[in-house]
């Protein structure tokens, strides 16, 4: 009978050493867990961040692109415009020089018929 108390002692001693074991060994990834779920909060902090930020930077990049496309459409209607009066500007001009041509002549025609 006491060889069996000693074997029943023996695999106690062995149980409570690998029960202690298990508990070092649980502790441990209980330690990688608790490091994994802060950088994964940081991570989820830092993602909300930078979400915040891309969703600023995309309404004031909106806001930017509608005014220079005001501004191209406001240079483009400019531009049209001064075009045109250029073109009236140089017909004028031809008009004018025509009309003076023919007032000249006009003129020395009254001069030699005299």
Do not use: F, P, W
Not at 6 to 21: G, P, S
Not at 31 to 55: C, F, H, P, V, W
Not at 82 to 109: F, G, H, P, V, W
């Amino acid at each position: 009978m006491s060889q069996h108390g000693a074997a029943l002692q023996t695999y106690n001693q062995e149980l409570v050493k690998c029960l202690e074991e298990m508990k070092l060994r649980r502790a441990e990834l209980q330690m990688q867990i608790d490091s994994q779920e802060e950088e994964k909060n940081n991570l989820q902090r830092e993602i909300e961040k930078m979400s915040y930020k891309l969703t600023q930077l995309n309404e004031s990049l909106a806001k930017r692109i509608a005014a220079r496309n005001d501004y191209d459409r406001t240079i483009a209607e400019t531009e049209s415009a001064y075009m045109k009066i250029l073109e009236s500007s140089q017909l004028l001009l031809n008009m004018l020089k025509r009309e003076a041509t023919c007032l000249d002549q006009s003129l020395l025609k009254a001069n030699t018929d005299k």
